[in-house]
């Protein structure tokens, strides 16, 4: 029995997805469920879907109205965070669509958390199209070399870190806030030497926890 208590969802859909959620003063959008990335530490690949007491499998990716509904006024929240057990970009239509929307709607600040593979998964830079809509990238770095990163992440092939730093070069020529993270506690994982690669990069680092949102 989980010791967490389950949390009122901002909106559900009929199959009881959630969608949108609030917490720490955010509205967090959760799009897919779909990842390129296959990583060990997370809890999906574990069969656990619940975060911070919230039940992110979705059984149907919300299109732009749903995700709105589910949303309501964003005008309050101090970001809109498109974060969930997926990766946001692979629907980025989707998203750029939505973030449009709701800043139209008063969004104050939108971010994307991201595993930075958008690039090499369109064949293209797609950080200027974020950059219109988009404030800040959480880039998840998660290791401070490649060997360590394709054995946490398992990416489907090789040359995934390569793109991801280069990511990393393009998204800052377009987006102002930039930020690296790292989980503390894998294996083999230097958070010092993941903050010193965020340093070269010349954009901000944070130490994330394990299934703790942010
Ligand atoms: S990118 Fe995030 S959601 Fe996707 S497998 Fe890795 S930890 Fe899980």
Not at 56 to 73: F, K, M, N, S
Not at 164 to 177: G, K, M, Q, T
Request: glycine share 6%; hydrophobic share 40%.
């Amino acid at each position: 029995m989980s010791g967490i208590t389950r949390q009122q969802p901002v909106s559900e859909t009929a199959d009881t997805d959630v969608i949108a959620y609030r917490l720490h003063g955010n509205v967090y959008l959760n799009i897919t469920s779909r990842c390129t990335l296959r990583c060990r530490f997370c809890p999906k690949f574990n069969r656990e879907w619940e975060v911070q007491g919230y039940l992110l499998r979705l059984h149907q990716e919300p299109d732009v109205p749903t995700i709105l509904d589910a949303v309501g006024d964003p005008a309050n929240d101090r970001e809109v965070v498109f974060c969930g057990l997926g990766e946001p970009t692979l629907r980025l239509e989707t998203l750029l669509e939505s973030a449009a929307a709701l800043r139209e709607r008063g969004a104050k600040r939108i971010r994307v958390n991201t595993d930075g593979l958008a690039n090499w998964r369109a064949g293209r830079d797609v950080t200027p199209e974020l950059a219109q809509h988009v404030d800040a990238l959480s880039i998840s770095l998660n290791a401070q070399n490649e060997a360590l990163y394709d054995r946490h992440c398992r990416p489907p092939e090789t040359g995934a870190w390569p793109e991801l730093l280069e990511f990393v070069l393009c998204a800052r020529e377009h987006i102002a806030d930039i930020t690296l993270t790292a989980i503390d506690g894998l294996p083999g994982v230097d958070i010092d030497a993941c903050a010193d690669l965020a340093n070269r990069f010349n954009v901000k680092f944070r130490r994330r926890v394990l299934d703790e949102v942010g």
